[in-house]
């Protein structure tokens, strides 16, 4: 009765990541639908213990492995040089927004800043706080460079669609990155940042978890007034347990992280967006400016592609007969408006598919 229960409820699942609803958030990216299971049924009944995975206790062995395993899944997927640590901390990117100048100063009084975007400036409005920055355009190499202790990019700009190809020279300064929306969705040469950060929501799960990817000489250093939870040094030399982590976050996270390397880890990944992302990009540019990205076309995002509607009256229409046929949260940032459609690694590639046809077929009706 149980699998008669189950195959019951199949089609309508496997319906919602094929043919039927997808979700284009940027805030919150859509997990397989073998994560989602598997991670409901560990809920409780983790590895046939008969116990919920909630229920380990973080100082545990138990808990202990399964964290390692999913930092190991990370370091094979990244190929993590073995001088950086990974750790996983919490408070989202926006405490790394507060926590990059308070452990990287290192006594230095300055730090520069690529102002490419949105989120770009959430960072510099934060570090100011802690010293003086020096704002520089996305490009520019940092010249003031022995007062600066480090140079700040976000590989990313989740509201503007805007994503680095080529990162910046940071001279002789570590290269800080906020990865938070493309975090593996390429393959990135770790040796040439001091250190990377991540919100897990995005691209590893679920929010309450944040990867950091830091270069041990980078370490030791945090301004004195750091709380010890936020002190990178202190959650590397406790392997990111000096506290209760979220414990199903990381759980979440090391399904998420094994799926990929099913899937042929990063560069099976990268190959994906970069075709969702053509499609979308060929269907704006060749339908006779019924579409516009302004963002220039060597700087367009490959994960989240934004546009806005020739004749901005008809994007209220255009969302809501995407939402009819399934293909939900395609509005833009408040702050800039337009459509936006996040290609995060669980949006399959017929699902872009399915959103440049209906791009296509509105303009052809609307145009
Ligand atoms: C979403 C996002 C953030 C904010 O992450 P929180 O987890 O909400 O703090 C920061 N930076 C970028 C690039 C983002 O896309």
């Known amino acids: 009765?149980?699998?008669?229960?189950?195959?019951?409820?199949?089609?309508?699942?496997?319906?919602?990541?094929?043919?039927?609803?997808?979700?284009?958030?940027?805030?919150?990216?859509?997990?397989?639908?073998?994560?989602?299971?598997?991670?409901?049924?560990?809920?409780?009944?983790?590895?046939?213990?008969?116990?919920?995975?909630?229920?380990?206790?973080?100082?545990?062995?138990?808990?202990?492995?399964?964290?390692?395993e999913a930092i190991a899944s990370l370091r094979a997927l990244l190929h993590v040089p073995a001088n950086y640590r990974v750790l996983f901390m919490q408070g989202g990117a926006s405490a790394q927004f507060s926590l990059v100048p308070m452990n990287l100063l290192r006594g230095k009084r300055a730090a520069c800043y690529a102002d490419s975007g949105y989120w770009s400036r959430?960072?510099?409005?934060?570090?100011?706080?802690?010293?003086?920055?020096?704002?520089l355009a996305p490009q520019r190499v940092p010249d003031g460079a022995a007062e600066a202790a480090y140079l700040h990019v976000v590989s990313n700009?989740?509201?503007?669609?805007?994503?680095?190809?080529?990162?910046?020279?940071?001279?002789?300064?570590?290269l800080i990155a906020d990865m938070t929306s493309d975090f593996l969705t390429r393959p990135i040469d770790i040796s040439r940042f001091g250190l990377i950060y991540a919100s897990a929501q995005k691209n590893v799960g679920a929010a309450g978890l944040t990867v950091v990817i830091v270069r041990e000489d980078l370490l030791g250093s945090a301004y004195p007034a750091t709380p010890s939870a936020f002190d990178y040094a202190v959650q590397a030399r406790n392997d990111s347990l000096y506290n209760t982590p979220p414990v199903f976050a990381v759980h979440l996270a090391g399904l998420v992280l094994r799926w990929l390397l099913s899937q042929g880890g990063v560069e099976a990944m990268q190959g994906a967006t970069e075709?969702?992302?053509?499609?979308?990009?060929?269907?704006?540019?060749g339908c006779g400016g019924f579409y516009r990205c302004e963002v220039a076309p060597e700087e367009r995002s490959q994960v989240t592609v934004c546009f806005k509607l020739a004749d901005e009256a008809l994007t209220r229409r255009f969302l809501d007969e995407a939402q009819a046929q399934?293909?939900?949260?395609?509005?833009?940032?408040?702050?800039?408006?337009?459509?936006?459609?996040?290609?995060?690694?669980?949006?399959?590639?017929?699902a872009a598919t399915a959103l440049a046809d209906f791009m296509r077929d509105f303009a052809r009706r609307r145009g």
């Open 1 to 68: 009765m149980a699998e008669a229960a189950l195959l019951q409820s199949r089609p309508d699942r496997t319906r919602k990541h094929s043919a039927g609803a997808v979700s284009f958030s940027a805030s919150g990216g859509q997990l397989p639908m073998e994560v989602c299971e598997r991670a409901a049924r560990d809920l409780t009944d983790w590895r046939r213990t008969g116990r919920g995975v909630l229920e380990l206790p973080f100082t545990g062995l138990a808990f202990k492995d399964l964290l390692a």
């Open 157 to 174: 700009e989740t509201a503007e669609g805007r994503q680095y190809r080529i990162f910046p020279d940071a001279g002789a300064l570590p």
């Open 326 to 350: 399934g293909m939900l949260h395609l509005a833009g940032h408040s702050r800039i408006g337009g459509i936006r459609a996040s290609l995060y690694n669980a949006v399959r590639e017929e």
């Open 275 to 285: 075709r969702k992302s053509a499609m979308l990009y060929a269907v704006i540019d």
């Open 122 to 135: 959430r960072a510099i409005a934060e570090a100011q706080r802690y010293c003086h920055v020096e704002a």
